[in-house]
C-alpha cells in the first residue's frame, strides 16, 4: 500500500481546508486509516482515524467538533475535512494505513498500529 496526502496549504484563522489521501494498493480499503499531524520541534501526534469500512472514527480532543474523516473507498480516499482551523493546527499531516485489514481496534491513536505512511502535506494556519 503507498499513500500520498495532499491539499495542504495557507489558510487564515477560523478557515476550512481539505485533505485527501489516495492509495495504491488492493488492500486499502480493507484497512483503517489514520491522520497525524507533526509541528516544529514536536512529536507526531494523532489527529484522527476511520475505520476501515468508515463505520468508527476517533479524533483528538484538540480536534472534535472542528475535523471530520470521511472515506470515499471507491475512489481509494481518505478526507480530512478540517474547520475553524486554528493557528495551533499548523502542522505537517500524514496519512497512514492500519497494519492489519479489516481490523477493528479500541485504539486508533498508537502510531505502531500503522506500517503505511504517506509523505506529508504541510499546514500552516495564519493568526
Known amino acids: 500500500v503507498q499513500l500520498q496526502a495532499y491539499g495542504g496549504g495557507l489558510v487564515q484563522d477560523g478557515g476550512s481546508l481539505r485533505l485527501s489521501c489516495t492509495a495504491s494498493g488492493r488492500t486499502f480499503n480493507s484497512r483503517a486509516t489514520g491522520w497525524f499531524r507533526q509541528a516544529p520541534g514536536k512529536e507526531r501526534e494523532f489527529v484522527g482515524a476511520?475505520?476501515?469500512?468508515?463505520?468508527?472514527?476517533r479524533y483528538a480532543g484538540s480536534v472534535e467538533g472542528r475535523f471530520t474523516i470521511p472515506r470515499d473507498n471507491a475512489k481509494n480516499t481518505v478526507y480530512l475535512q478540517m474547520n475553524s482551523l486554528k493557528p495551533e493546527d499548523t502542522a505537517v499531516y500524514y496519512c497512514a494505513a492500519d497494519r492489519n485489514p479489516l481490523y477493528y481496534r479500541s485504539d486508533y491513536s498508537r502510531l505502531d498500529n500503522y506500517d503505511y505512511w504517506g509523505l506529508g502535506t504541510l499546514v500552516t494556519v495564519s493568526s
Open positions: 476511520i475505520s476501515w469500512n468508515g463505520v468508527f472514527t
